[in-house]
């Protein structure tokens, strides 16, 4: 059975700091790029980060490069994603949700083929 189980939300001040988890088994996800998208109030869902299957080449959106950093860790059978936020900003507020990929490069969501619950981000000012 696939999941893939976001943790990590809260609720955080601006200029603050949180770390996403994400826990995907099910799958041989060791060999998936693995993405982060967030969805606010109102709009569509985002591409965010995204990351190859070793873990080479992450690729950013521009609106968190240099204040997010996304990384994986594929020892275990359980594949864990994580997604680093720093600097956050109120515009940041919205459900994060983690999503795998047979390719990399990706930043559409109609090209990620599992995909979390979702986990809530909220930035105060």
């Known amino acids: 059975q696939v999941q893939l189980v976001e943790s990590g939300g809260g609720l955080v001040q601006a200029g603050g700091s949180l770390r996403l988890s994400c826990a995907a088994s099910?799958?041989?996800?060791?060999?998936?790029?693995m993405g982060w998208f967030r969805q606010a109030a109102g709009k569509e869902r985002e591409f965010v980060a995204g990351?190859?299957?070793?873990?080479?080449?992450?690729?950013?959106a521009d609106s968190v490069k240099g204040r997010f950093t996304i990384s994986r860790d594929n020892a275990r059978n359980t594949v864990y994603l994580y997604l680093q936020m720093n600097s956050l900003k109120p515009e940041d507020t919205a459900v994060y949700y983690c999503?795998?990929?047979?390719?990399?490069?990706?930043?559409?969501?109609?090209?990620?083929?599992?995909w979390g619950q979702g986990t809530q981000v909220a930035v105060s000012s």
């Open positions: 999503a795998t990929s047979q390719d990399h490069g990706y930043i559409m969501p109609h090209e990620y083929n599992y």
């Open positions: 099910g799958r041989t996800f060791s060999s998936y790029a």
């Open positions: 990351i190859s299957w070793s873990g080479d080449s992450p690729y950013y």
